[in-house]
């Protein structure tokens, strides 16, 4: 994973408006087939969805139903795969869980490469990134994110997700969530203190991509606080505690809404 980045295009010029998504409300049927094979697939690679209560299970996957029927996913180096859709649908709503707004309607196109990938006259290599034109995601790293073995803090498609919720909530202003929004105000004026921290100390839990900008702080942040919330909650408990507000979720917690 060292070595390989991601990379935030410039978000500042957003595209022409075109009209947003119909948010669809969260009553949607879904069939009991619907329902275990969604439930079967979120499960195999999720365990954050698999601690849910049976409540919070159907709300989830009906989150991930609607997500997925509102974006176009593109495969790259990849069939088509309708599974693959629904994971990356499902890493969305595991960042926005907490959120009342969640389609993140912004990004109508999410592309999924089969590996880490090269972009235009760059000759670094990309695990995934956030652009005026979609979410990209090398499969191989998502689910390496999603591994049980992974205790390095590095989720791409979690990191990209909260990149993406950013923007759409800032900057494209689509489908906005006026909790989140108010929230992160409050996430980036608090922050200064623990970047000073940081600064002073030179070392910290997260790892120094962390302390590239603001934009990384919280992404960096959000990917350790769903890959192993207990250790970021004992390593830095006002970054926890901010991040429980922001999101409206706490994942040391049965129901994980806050
Ligand atoms: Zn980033």
């Known amino acids: 994973m060292q070595g390989l980045l991601h990379k935030l ?28 094979n969604y439930s079967f697939i979120i499960g195999s690679v999720f365990s954050y969805f698999n601690d849910l209560p049976p409540e919070s299970k159907l709300k989830f996957v009906k989150r991930v139903y609607q997500f997925k029927a509102n974006k176009k996913f593109h495969y790259i180096g990849l069939e088509n795969n ?19 707004n969640y389609m993140m309607s912004y990004f109508r196109d999410i592309y999924v490469l089969a590996d880490a990938y090269h972009m235009d006259n760059d000759e670094e290599l990309y695990i995934g990134h956030v652009a005026p034109d979609g979410i990209y ?3 191989k790293h998502f689910l390496y994110g999603y591994s049980t073995k992974t205790k390095d803090n590095v989720n791409v498609a979690v990191h990209e997700m909260a990149h993406a919720l950013v923007y759409n909530n800032f900057f494209a202003q689509y489908g906005v969530d006026s909790h989140f929004r108010l929230n992160y105000e409050k996430f980036s004026s608090s922050t200064g203190a623990i970047l000073a921290d940081v600064i002073t100390n030179r070392r910290s839990y997260l790892r120094s991509y962390a302390f590239s900008n603001l934009h990384e702080f919280w992404a960096v942040s959000v990917e350790a606080f769903f890959v192993n919330p207990a250790g970021l909650r004992l390593n830095m408990p006002e970054l926890y505690e901010v991040l ?7 994942p040391l917690t049965k129901n994980k809404i806050a």
């Open 9 to 36: 295009n410039s978000f500042f010029s957003p595209r022409a408006a075109k009209a947003p998504l119909e948010h669809p409300a969260e009553e949607v049927e879904i069939s009991d087939t619907v329902y275990n």
């Open 82 to 100: 309708d599974d693959t859709a629904i994971l990356v649908s499902a890493s969305a709503i595991q960042v926005t869980f907490g959120l009342k």
């Open 137 to 139: 995601l090398s499969l």
């Open 244 to 250: 429980v507000r922001v999101l409206n979720q706490d």
